[in-house]
């Protein structure tokens, strides 16, 4: 079955930090973009990160301003798996965060941020909860 199957996650106080997994199978993710979403009750999905390429001299990595300097996505090649490094998360973090592989954005070079378009796969989401 082709799936992206996340984990990782939790309860954390502020300040602390948090990895996700995000692991496909049934594909590989050399030839996918990826990137991670957030969504807060009562808010719309957000980017969270992006990178357009497996070839990290080639890739273009991109950050929403509120997390810059604090998460880091990253590729675990051998692992078929992307991660969200989350460090000195903050209670507005609290969300469901998924991780994303689109095709068509790799082929353009293009870092999937649009939380609106319906990218060739999804997570099935996980939630990340951030305490005072």
């Known amino acids: 079955e082709v799936q992206l199957v996340q984990s990782g996650g939790g309860l954390v106080q502020a300040g602390g930090s948090l990895r996700l997994s995000c692991t496909a199978s049934g594909f590989s993710f050399d030839d996918y973009a990826v990137a991670w979403f957030r969504q807060a009750p009562g808010k719309a999905r957000e980017s969270v990160s992006c990178?357009?390429?497996?070839?990290?001299?080639?890739?273009?990595?991109q950050y929403a301003d509120s997390v810059k300097g604090r998460f880091t996505i990253s590729r675990d090649n051998a692992k078929n798996s992307v991660l969200l490094q989350m460090t000195s998360l903050k209670p507005e973090d609290t969300a469901v965060y998924y991780c994303v592989a689109d095709r068509t954005s790799a082929a353009l070079r293009y870092c999937p941020k649009d939380p609106t378009i319906e990218y060739d796969y999804w997570g099935q989401g996980t939630q990340v909860t951030v305490s005072q």
């Open positions: 990178s357009s390429s497996a070839d990290s001299a080639d890739a273009i990595t």
